[in-house]
């Protein structure tokens, strides 16, 4: 099998449609030989390990990739139910060779994925994909006897990934009333447990999970419980996870959506402020609002804006050596103590940054004025062709229409065939009326 099946985030799909036991047996095997081969061993038995959100299908994939790999000759140790980020931190902190997560993140429950990480809990790269892809369904030598893989369940999981977070803050959080939103997934315990040892009077929603109820009208992506529970409750502010918690967005007590743009403010003003965010620069993608751009270049802060994707945001991060990075959905990385967007993590901080200011989230994150901003997709045209002059021509003229109080973003979409027009501007008309006009070029140039 040499095609693409890859994606931006790990290999996703329908379970057991799109991604079957086989394949993840295949997988496992695969990335195995092909992360063993660069790890350079000279005879030491190579070790990962693996863990999984809430899905039910996520029973049978752990199984078959902890089957892939301990027939390739590696040991295995199985971390259960964990965030992704926590099998993140556990592949680096526990020395292993290869991490493995199983989960569709904020996908509906029928979906479910498999991403491989690299010793130190880092994503893998492009090439190191495509070597893996090029291996699955290939024959091989399989080891036989004593050389297969052994397998170990490891019970200390959730409790040494809270430790660690715990350890990223060192303010009390005693006082602050917080909502979480475990979306029924795999921070359903080590979300509130956290949160609780840290000190604040934590109420816990949507953390009952029962295998089919991940992400169902909950978490990250449906903040409507959220909401109702924080004013329900009286709570000073509310986070919700998505399915594997390697996000969160907020609801501050006045009941105003808190987005991934508003957290990173937060934080990077906080960093900044102790000497802590390198280079006076945070790293974001090009949906950021223009919003959040202004209000960090009012700060003397720098943004500098990657392509859409949270592996990009990563590159930057690496490539800078920078401390922070993000994107407008609340998968924010802070590098000192991940290698991955942590919704548990960002939650803390962002209290630990209210504990210490005395203040509410919704004063802290008032620093950014978010323009309205407008997204039109324009289907059944030629992605190919955005770089037509007469298109890249009304695009510069409505920009320099807008000036420095609006944005116009135009780029082919990643997973569908359209393109999308996005406009930011002073007012939801204006942003309205720059998108339409664009998109009307969009299909008269590239369509049909």
């Not at 199985?78 to 931190?89: E, N, Q, S």
């Not at 991403?115 to 399989?142: N, S």
């Not at 170990?152 to 009390?172: K, M, N």
């Not at 959220?226 to 509310?238: M, P, Q």
């Amino acid at each position: 099998m040499t095609q693409r099946i890859f994606g931006t985030d790990g290999v996703r799909g329908l379970a057991n449609g799109d991604i079957t036991a086989e394949l993840a047996v295949d997988l496992g095997a695969a990335a195995a030989r092909v992360l063993v081969d660069h790890g350079g061993f000279t005879g030491q038995r190579p070790v990962a390990v693996v863990g999984r959100d809430t899905r039910i299908s996520g029973q049978f994939l752990e199984h078959a990739v902890v089957a892939g790999l301990a027939s390739a000759g590696v040991d295995v140790i199985r971390l259960r139910v964990l965030p992704t980020p926590g099998v993140a931190y556990l592949t680096d902190a526990l020395g292993a060779d290869v991490g493995v997560v199983i989960s569709a993140s904020h996908n509906p429950m029928p979906d479910n994925g498999i991403k491989f990480l690299a010793r130190g809990g880092v994503k893998l790269d492009d090439a190191l994909e495509r070597e893996i892809e090029t291996l699955v369904g290939q024959p091989w030598d399989r080891p036989v006897a004593g050389d297969v893989g052994r397998v170990t369940p490891y019970a200390r999981s959730v409790e040494e990934y809270s430790d660690h977070l715990l350890r990223t803050i060192d303010t009390s959080l005693s006082g602050l009333r917080v909502v979480l939103d475990c979306a029924n997934g795999a921070a359903s315990v080590v979300g509130p447990h956290t949160l609780r040892a840290a000190g604040a009077d934590v109420v816990a929603i949507n953390d009952d999970p029962d295998g089919l109820n991940i992400n169902q009208r909950c978490g990250s992506t449906h903040l409507e419980g959220l909401r109702e529970a924080v004013l329900a409750r009286g709570a000073d502010v509310g986070f919700a996870c998505d399915g594997d918690a390697d996000r969160c967005l907020a609801i501050d007590h006045a009941g105003n959506t808190v987005d991934g743009d508003r957290l990173m403010a937060v934080l990077a003003l906080d960093l900044q402020r102790r000497g802590r965010l390198v280079d006076d620069t945070v790293v974001a993608t090009v949906m950021s609002n223009l919003g959040f751009v202004q209000a960090m270049r009012r700060a003397g802060i720098t943004v500098n804006q990657t392509a859409v994707g949270d592996r990009y945001v990563l590159e930057a991060m690496r490539d800078g050596g920078f401390t922070l990075g993000g994107e407008q959905s609340g998968h924010i990385i802070m590098s000192e103590y991940a290698t991955t967007g942590d919704g548990i993590l960002t939650a803390l901080q962002v209290l630990r940054r209210m504990a210490q200011a005395g203040s509410s989230l919704r004063d802290l994150a008032s620093v950014v004025t978010t323009l309205p901003q407008v997204l039109v997709n324009v289907p059944d045209v030629d992605q190919s062709r955005t770089d037509d002059p007469e298109l890249t021509a009304a695009v510069a003229a409505e920009q320099d229409r807008l000036g420095d109080s609006g944005r116009v973003l135009l780029r082919p979409s990643g997973t569908e065939p359209l393109v999308r027009v996005m406009v930011e501007a002073a007012t939801p008309q204006e942003a309205t009326e720059v998108a339409d006009r664009l998109a009307d070029v969009v299909r008269r140039r590239l369509g049909g």
